[in-house]
């Protein structure tokens, strides 16, 4: 007996274990981009590729994980089996009953590359496939062509864009929680390509850069600019990895996952590698500033030739790399399906080379108007951490230690040019590394006491005293770094100083205005230096859009200095770099104060209805 109470435990805890790793997806194919779908609810009946439609659980399906790879994947709305039913090529694939001995009901993913899959069915070595470019079209098995996108599937975790959360209730004078659900919006707004977050009524999709399209246009310059958008994804993906909890409670995790999945699926087409796997190439800039400055456009009005830029042996550009590396492995940490042993292999692949090939972009044909006055071992050493962070293998995060050596962290923090604050924090946070411990808790302590290189306004901004362009270009990554340490070593040593300065970007400031689009109130952000909320059209006036959740680039001298004009670029010209910066502390403050977001019903009622400025 008490073998068989073992047993009875053993095949509970199994039970338990297939339960714990289930998840309700949407299985899409990748030629008309359909989903699977089931027809009835009775046994034994065929399943389809149906275009999408939210509502039906017969598109959503339970994935139980098996291990190595395996799953079945069980319908929501009839309750049985994705089920193959013969070993013949180009037979059907139905629902059936679950019979935990079939091989027929198991499903091996195989990674395809651009975080898609195949499905292998264990039993017969076949492959899933759609086989007509329709609605309602026929799924069978078949033999393997590498060259069918019908072979090809994505998984989306139902929820994501949908899931609201428990959040707290607002305890401070701003709404925490909303500022930070705006801020996905301004990624969205500017997405190049075929659109994965379809809020905002005036976008639609654009494809004008060939195979590389996707990934955001810059500062409303419609310009990719790699060293930008590589940190912005460095730093959204970091935010998401420290501030899990916290945005899993604010419905915001699966909004955070979508903006970095757009960004890296462009680092991932334009990473080119060789046979073997190696770093061929690797694009780093679409467009430049003699093609498109000049025309203001908006994305979707943008048809010209745009220029490519990419580094290679030939062309150096380590710090471009190593920055697309820390992308890749912060990110193999945030997003599920197959990306992350994906991003975990070329996050390496892009670090490799990297080190093999140093020497920085501007230097040697790759044309940006980002100039790196601090040399690549920042970013080298960023790279470095997000494979150690992708492996677990120390040695990168002490290639990391070692490679940057600087005594001093700029005041200048962030974006495309300094990423030794972010460095610092991260090894202070990760590793048994006293010296930077020190050294980033004197950086974030100059930043509370308005030390060397930093001024106070009258109203209590803090910022660097020779600043004459965006000053959230370095406030708001500052704030970041604050933010993931504080929350890491659970310390409230400069809560005080976050709060004071995301309280004054929100509105608490001599002016009373916020300086994140959308929030609380119209009477900013009509004519920013921004073609894609402009309209297009002119140059000058107000703006036909809204750029929700868009932090401007703000103040430069004093509290007044802010001018809401369209050529006023310095002040109020929102970039990538200053919204995923300012996403971890609108989290921190969260997570010490509340705030509860918009439903997503109201939130999307409020997007549809906006009809100008007051």
Sequence with gaps: MKYLHYLNVIILLMFLCANAFAETVRLKENWGNRYLSATSKEPWELVKAANLNSAWDSQKWEEEALGNNVYRYKNKWSGHYLTSTSTDAA??????????????????????GNGQFRLQNIWTGKYLNNTANANWSNV?????????????????????????????????????GHALQLTPLFFAANQMGNLTDTRLPWRSNTNTDGQYSGGWGDAGD??????????????????????????????????????AKHGIDFLLKAHERDSNGDTKSLVV????????????????????????????????????????????????????????????NQAQKLLTFAKQNRGLGENNGVVTVYKNSNGDEDE??????????????????????????????????????????????????WGNYPDRDAQI????????????????????????????????GSVAPALMNMAIYAKAKNTNR?????????????????????????????????????????????????NENMLWGALLGGVTENDYDFVDDQQNWTGNEPTVHYNASIQAPLIYMYKKHGGRPLSNSALQTKLNNWNGFD
């Design 222 to 259: 419609n310009i990719l600019f790699g060293k930008a958008q590589f940190s912005a994804i460095a730093s959204m993906c970091v935010t998401a990895y420290i501030f899990k909890d916290e945005l899993q409670e604010l419905g915001q995790f699966d909004e955070l996952q979508l903006q």
């Design 140 to 176: 069978e098995q078949n033999n393997l062509n590498n060259s069918w996108g019908s072979m090809k599937w994505t998984r989306s975790v139902v929820g994501s864009t949908n899931n609201e959360g428990n959040p707290k209730e607002q305890r401070s004078t701003h709404n925490y």
């Design 494 to 542: 400069w809560d005080a100083h976050i709060k004071s300065q995301i309280d004054y970007l929100l509105g608490s400031n001599p002016v009373n205005m916020p300086y994140l689009c959308g929030f609380n109130t119209n009477s900013n952000c009509t004519q920013i230096h921004h073609r894609g909320a402009s309209g297009g059209a002119n140059f000058s006036g107000v």
């Design 380 to 429: 080298m050493a960023l790279g470095a951490l997000g494979v150690y962070l992708a492996t677990g293998n120390t040695s990168h995060r002490d290639y990391a230690n070692t490679i940057m050596d600087d005594s001093y962290l700029s005041m200048w923090a962030g974006g495309f040019e300094h990423q030794e604050q972010l460095v610092s924090t991260l090894l202070a946070i």
């Design 285 to 344: 800039q679409l467009s430049d500033s003699a093609t498109d400055h000049h025309r203001w456009l908006t994305l979707e009005q943008t048809t010209h030739w745009r220029p490519v830029y990419k580094i290679d042996k030939n062309n150096h550009g380590s710090d471009y790399a190593a920055l697309a590396a820390a992308a890749m492995g912060f990110c193999s940490k945030v997003l599920g399906g197959t990306y992350p042993d994906t991003l975990k």
């Design 441 to 472: 808790r004197t950086y974030f302590d100059t930043w509370k006491d308005v030390g060397a290189d930093l001024k106070r306004t009258a109203g209590g901004y803090v910022l660097h005293d020779s600043n004459n362009w965006g000053s959230s």
């Design 91 to 112: 037979s059907d694939i139905k629902t059936a009953p679950l019979n935990s001995t079939w091989d027929s009901q198991k499903w091996k993913r195989i990674n395809a």
